[in-house]
Nanobody, 124 residues
Framework: QVRLVESGGGLVQPGGSLTLSCVAS????????MAWFRQAPEKEREFVAA????????FYADSVKGRFTISRDNDENAVSLQMNNLIPEDTAVYYC?????????????????WGQGIQVTVSS
């Protein structure tokens, strides 16, 4: 059974930083894309960042470009999201996702496995 488990969320002041981690178990995502999505209250789930492990190509939503960095740890079968210069609009539940395919997508339906989600709150 494939499981994705997120950690590292919490409350942070505007301008602060957080690092989210996602550890996968049950299969190895050696050449498959992994991604982060988020969902704010009363809003649809939206793409945040993705990485294709085969060549390390990364993709970001315009709203987080330059502030967030996605990275992987192959040894741990994990992916992280470093979030800097956080703003209140970043407040959401963040989800880790993984695909059985090989193409990176910004569409949530293209991802087959999901974590349970972790809350990130940016507030003073």
């Amino acid at each position: 059974q494939v499981r994705l488990v997120e950690s590292g969320g919490g409350l942070v002041q505007p301008g602060g930083s957080l690092t989210l981690s996602c550890v996968a178990s049950g299969r190895t995502f050696g050449s498959n894309p992994m991604a982060w999505f988020r969902q704010a209250p009363e809003k649809e789930r939206e793409f945040v960042a993705a990485m294709r492990w085969k060549d390390l190509e990364t993709f970001y939503a315009d709203s987080v470009k330059g502030r967030f960095t996605i990275s992987r740890d192959n040894d741990e079968n994990a992916v992280s999201l470093q979030m800097n210069n956080l703003i209140p609009e970043d407040t959401a539940v963040y989800y880790c996702a993984a695909s059985r395919g090989v193409s990176v997508s910004t569409v949530s339906l293209k991802y087959n496995y999901w974590g349970q989600g972790i809350q990130v709150t940016v507030s003073s």
